[in-house]
């Protein structure tokens, strides 16, 4: 049935559409061939056609949709170039203006706080996403350079702030701000907590925060409030709006790494203080080419129990070089293969499938929960498999450090695209695991390491082994 008409109905009366209301619309339209585009579009008034590029809410992607419910600050987490910026002026837009020109919004006294004063100025206020350029012609607010202050039609005023500094948040108060890039200020803590006692006016004052993450303390206590919302995109989202030769450029060099995974995919890399591994040993393992190995094994550390709750069943296959003295082998880390398994069937076609291919010598496999029945899962997949069992006697601490050891002397590698494993890893202290749930993709690791690296080396403590 052709809607076009009603919808073109719909579109004049656009003040009182609901949000969904207005992505129906625009998604109803993008899918219809261009001959009813054009149709439709022609026969808008002139107002309405030069405002529908500024009807943000029906082009937004979801992460920069502000959440519904109760808030008062909003995280925007996003790769470079992921539409974060557009995001922040669009919710500053949303605040202050009304449903006309010169009708009053939510928002009168609006803080925008960047790095530096310039940079705030250069990219959230002339930006090419920064609101002036997101604002249409009949709201578009004036800039006042000396008092670096927007003044919108209605009134409203956005002041431009420097996280450098923040004695200058000391005084003035708002109803709305808009912070970008929190994690990069010098003093992060002291601006955002002067921000807090400045944020007091209106009934709901509140603020959003666009940045790439990284691991600062401020960022990671205000992820961990009640009173917080989160959104988030990989660059990679955002690849309609992006030159495609950036994006095959930064995928190519970045992709699979600690720096890529916090710049492209927005991820919040975090590592516990005394860990045995830290990200930056751990981004300097990085291995982009792989030698002939000696043997190939495919580690195990099953669930303890079978069913949709349970822990994933870490499956990690390492390759080892161990020509000459033992001072002289080298490890690399090739596949994390863990699943999440409801069923043993599950993780044992999954471990059998990695063996095979990457022509692995042997499954090993802990047995301290599963016992026998480790084994048994195993051959009913494959019959013939060479599998050996190991038992710990020692807690996960004690295993692993040994194995941290050769990390430390540069004789383990890591190929790309290992960051669930690497985020268990920086989370392993000589006190223990400080996370919740099992490290099992960890576990199977240093089962991997020992059997290939430690055990046959005599001048090394052994755990006991089993088969």
């Known amino acids: 049935m052709r809607k076009d008409a009603n919808a073109e109905s719909l579109f004049r009366e656009r003040s009182t559409l609901t949000q969904p209301d207005l992505r129906s619309l625009i998604t109803w339209l993008a899918s219809e061939p261009p001959e009813v585009q054009s149709e439709f579009l022609d026969r808008l008034e002139e107002g309405a056609l030069l405002a529908l590029p500024y009807l943000f809410e029906a082009?937004?992607?979801?992460?920069?949709?502000?959440?519904?419910?109760?808030?008062?600050s909003w995280v925007i987490l996003g790769g470079r170039g992921a539409g974060k910026t557009r995001a922040g002026s669009e919710w500053v837009r949303s605040q202050v203006e009304g449903a006309r020109p010169r009708q009053k919004g939510k928002a009168r006294r609006v803080a925008l706080i960047g790095e530096t004063y310039d940079q705030a100025r250069e990219v959230m206020v002339f930006g090419d996403s920064g609101i002036l350029a997101a604002s249409p012609p009949d709201r578009r607010p004036t800039w006042s350079a000396t008092r670096r202050t927007l003044v919108w039609p209605n009134g409203a005023e956005a002041t431009v702030f420097s996280g450098h500094d923040p004695e200058a948040l000391r005084g003035p108060q708002f109803d709305a701000a808009w912070v970008d890039e929190l994690a990069k200020w010098r003093d992060p803590q002291a601006a955002w907590d002067m921000l807090q006692f400045g944020l007091r006016l209106g009934d709901d004052p509140r603020a959003v925060v666009t940045t790439t993450p990284r691991n600062v303390a401020v960022l990671k206590a205000l992820l961990a409030r009640d009173s917080t919302v989160t959104t988030h995109a990989p660059t990679e989202a955002n690849a309609a709006n992006l030159a495609s030769s950036f994006l095959e450029e930064v995928k190519a060099r970045y992709a699979g790494t600690r720096l890529g995974r916090q710049e492209l995919d927005g991820v919040l890399l975090d590592e516990e203080e005394g860990a045995l591994w830290s990200l930056a040993k751990l981004e300097a393992s990085r291995a982009d080419r792989l030698p002939e190995f000696d043997r190939i094994v495919v580690a195990v550390d099953p669930p303890v129990t079978g069913h949709k709750g349970s822990d994933e069943c870490g499956i990690i296959v390492v390759g080892a070089v161990t020509q000459g003295p033992p001072q002289d082998w080298r490890a690399y880390v090739l596949e994390d293969a863990s699943v999440s398994a409801a069923s043993p069937t599950?993780?044992?076609?999954?471990?059998?499938?990695?063996?095979?291919?990457?022509r692995g010598d042997k499954v090993v496999a802990e047995v301290n929960q599963g016992g026998d029945l480790v084994e048994t899962v195993l051959r009913q997949i494959d019959p013939l498999v060479a599998y050996k069992s190991v038992r710990a006697s020692k807690g996960k601490a004690a295993r692993a450090e040994p194995v941290a050891a050769l990390y430390d002397q540069g004789r383990v590698r890591h190929v790309r695209g290992l960051g669930d494993l690497e985020d268990q890893m920086v989370r392993m202290t000589a006190q223990g695991y400080q996370a919740p749930g099992s490290p099992d993709r960890l576990d199977a690791l240093v089962w991997a390491i020992h059997e290939l690296m430690i055990l046959p080396n005599p001048a090394r403590p052994r755990i006991r082994t089993v088969g």
């Open 346 to 358: 599950v993780w044992a076609e999954a471990a059998i499938a990695a063996l095979a291919r990457w």
């Open 59 to 72: 082009w937004a992607l979801e992460h920069q949709i502000p959440p519904e419910g109760r808030w008062r």
